[in-house]
């Protein structure tokens, strides 16, 4: 069993900054995948980031490229969001993920773990 905690969350101005991070517990983080996804009021749960288990690879959502950048740090258990520029409609609940396959894709049903979620509220 894996646990994600995420933490970072906040109310930001547009064009402000905010890290997201995100601890693991239990089975061995190395061997995850690792995701970042996100759900505003009355939308579906979308993809935003993911990265491999060894952090050589990442993979962004084109409406989040250029501004975001996932990362991890195996030594200590973590996965975080850095998110710049940001706008209103990054305005979200944002929920970190692990998948115990090599290669992480965009469905959310392909995560085996999942976080309770962060608040990020980018005002105008």
């Known amino acids: 069993q894996v646990q994600l905690v995420e933490s970072g969350g906040g109310l930001v101005e547009a064009g402000g900054s905010v890290r997201l991070s995100c601890a693991t517990s239990g089975r061995t983080f190395r061997t995850l995948s690792m995701g970042w996804f996100r759900q505003a009021p009355g939308k579906e749960r979308e993809f935003v980031a993911a990265i491999t288990w060894s952090g050589f690879n990442t993979d962004y959502a084109d409406s989040v490229k250029g501004r975001f950048t996932i990362s991890r740090d195996n030594a200590k258990n973590t996965v975080s969001l850095q998110m710049n520029s940001l706008k209103p409609e990054d305005t979200a609940v944002y929920y970190c993920?692990?998948?115990?396959?090599?290669?992480?894709?965009?469905?959310?049903?392909?995560?085996?773990?999942w976080g309770q979620g962060t608040q990020v509220t980018v005002s105008s």
């Open positions: 993920a692990a998948d115990r396959n090599a290669y992480p894709t965009h469905l959310a049903r392909e995560y085996d773990y």
